[in-house]
Antibody, heavy 127, light 113 residues
Framework: QLQLQESGPGLVKPSETLSLTCTVSGGSISSSSYYWGWIRQPPGKGLEWIGSIYYSGNTYYNPSLKSRVTISVDTSKNQFSLKLSSVTAADTAVYYC???????????????????WGQGTLVTVSS | DIVMTQSPDSLAVSLGERATINCKSSQSVLYSSNNKNYLTWYQQKAGQPPKLLIYWASTRESGVPDRFSGSGSGTDFTLTISSLQAEDVAVYYCQQYYNTPLTFGGGTKVEIK
């Protein structure tokens, strides 16, 4: 059974870089069945997709965050990571990692829904 | 970007009664070549991550009670809880995967009346 767990600092100073890692267990991050995604949720608000990565390293990002986001994968550790630079208080949120279901649409790979999700980690941006 | 708009923002329903949540997309998420709607529903209970309920607009995830059903096509979708149970208190989100960026609705909070 696939499980994901986020880890990283819970407090980041403004203008610095937020760094989180997601460890995948119960399955291989090199599976062709998944992309691996990051989603965030500001306190009391809705969900925002940040970006996703395939085990080969192919990435796609939300254009609203693209200039500040880097997602990478380490297949040897079964982990993928998120870096978000130049953070402000608006980046305070619970950050989730999730398996992003990959399906084929007439042989073209597409990203789909998220299942399962990690428990999430609250990252607060404050000095 | 495809904007997902949910209504209502919240609703209170008596135990055993029907709850209906709407989700409207700013453009069609129906892919004509395979006649599939690229729309999913999640349930998020307090302090927990979202849980997948339904994908392809109407396919129930394994283990999800059959009181949950999804319907609709094109731009208008509905999540129905046929007989509300106490454990269904949560916020429900729709999400489209027709295009990137993947986008979510704003959520609908379901409470017991």
């Amino acid at each position: 059974q696939l499980q994901l767990q986020e880890s990283g600092p819970g407090l980041v100073k403004p203008s610095e870089t937020l760094s989180l890692t997601c460890t995948v267990s119960g399955g291989s991050i090199s599976s062709s069945s998944y992309y691996w995604g990051w989603i965030r949720q500001p306190p009391g608000k809705g969900l925002e997709w940040i970006g996703s990565i395939y085990y080969s390293g192919n990435t796609y990002y939300n254009p609203s965050l693209k200039s500040r986001v880097t997602i990478s994968v380490d297949t040897s550790k079964n982990q993928f990571s998120l870096k978000l630079s130049s953070v402000t208080a608006a980046d305070t949120a619970v950050y989730y990692c999730a398996a992003d279901i990959r399906f084929l649409e007439w042989s073209t790979p597409r990203a789909g829904w998220f299942d399962p999700w990690g428990q999430g980690t609250l990252v607060t941006v404050s000095s | 970007d495809i904007v997902m708009t949910q209504s209502p923002d919240s609703l209170a329903v008596s135990l055993g009664e029907r709850a209906t949540i709407n989700c409207k997309s700013s453009q069609s998420v129906l892919y004509s070549s395979n006649n599939k709607n690229y729309l999913t529903w999640y349930q998020q209970k307090a302090g927990q991550p979202p849980k997948l309920l339904i994908y392809w607009a109407s396919t129930r995830e394994s283990g999800v009670p059959d009181r949950f059903s999804g319907s609709g096509s094109g731009t208008d979708f509905t999540l129905t809880i046929s007989s509300l149970q106490a454990e269904d208190v949560a916020v429900y989100y729709c999400q489209q995967y027709y295009n990137t960026p993947l986008t979510f609705g704003g959520g609908t909070k379901v409470e017991i009346k």
